[in-house]
């Protein structure tokens, strides 16, 4: 293995603090924390960008992406957010969680079903300068709606 | 940052040694590959685990890992997978990437609509000396549904 595929010193220092970035942002700024959105406002930067599941419009800044994700935490309010894994490198993070949380409010359109629902997620942060600057978020909304039983199992 | 939250000299080099075999498997293994499933017979543990879009059952066994992707492949002969970005930490590799392809056979029981599809996934994959142990696999499965006509817009 070539010595130049290994991440020098400083990047791999730098990929631990992200690594302490993201986890920070899974915990404090998940949206059943009272303080999210402050959170939000200290650890993103103004013109972040979020890429949520293919939808096809990117959310683009700061104040967009608090109110798109206001929106989705009103579905389920008391969502529980389990981090399983969490992998740096560089100015790239990507963490594993598992979530589950009773949907007892409006989702995606979807009137509160008041169904219990569990899926795994993935999530990609690219960090610029101590702040999230661009970001990834993919779960399997199928299986969502599936146990919501707003669609037939595969 | 505390220096024991950094990778040892010999965990980093693994983890660039995971991302090798990670970047292989995503390549050489796809299913548009003529090889596919002898590169899967070298990379694979016997007993793999796959863990595919929240379903219910965990995927068993090597034969069991071939004869599921065996199944999904069907459905997209000629997917592209396009690798985005690639990170790796200890025995832990995740990969992001984009997928592309025309529904021209039967997918998790739909029949053929010759629709493309485009999409984001995140793969992880946990490695035992040298050989795939497990994985995750997710992707938004409501979007290939959307795309494909056969779910209503969000």
């Known amino acids: 293995m070539a010595h130049s595929m290994n991440s020098?010193?400083?990047n791999q220092q730098l990929s631990q603090q992200n690594k302490a970035i993201a986890l920070r942002f899974a915990k404090a700024g998940w949206g059943t924390q009272a303080n999210w959105q402050q959170v939000w406002d200290e650890m993103m930067a103004p013109d972040v960008v979020q890429h949520f599941n293919d939808f096809p419009d990117a959310v683009v800044g700061l104040d967009a992406n608090k109110a798109f994700n206001q929106d989705l935490f009103t579905g389920?309010?008391?969502l529980k957010n389990t981090i399983e894994n969490v992998v740096a490198e560089?100015?790239?993070v990507i963490y594993r969680s598992t979530?589950?949380?009773k949907q007892s409010g409006?989702?995606?359109?979807?009137p509160a079903t008041n169904k219990t629902v569990k899926v795994n997620d993935f999530?990609?942060?690219k960090i610029k300068?101590?702040?999230i600057n661009e970001w990834w978020y993919t779960t399997n909304l199928l299986s969502v709606m599936q146990q919501l039983g707003l669609a037939p199992d595969a």
Chains 1, 2 share one sequence.
């Open 76 to 78: 389920f309010p008391q």
């Open 106 to 110: 409006p989702f995606l359109g979807i």
């Open 8 to 10: 020098s010193p400083i």
């Open 99 to 101: 979530l589950e949380g």
């Open 90 to 92: 560089d100015d790239v």
């Open 129 to 131: 300068d101590g702040k």
């Open 123 to 125: 999530t990609m942060l």
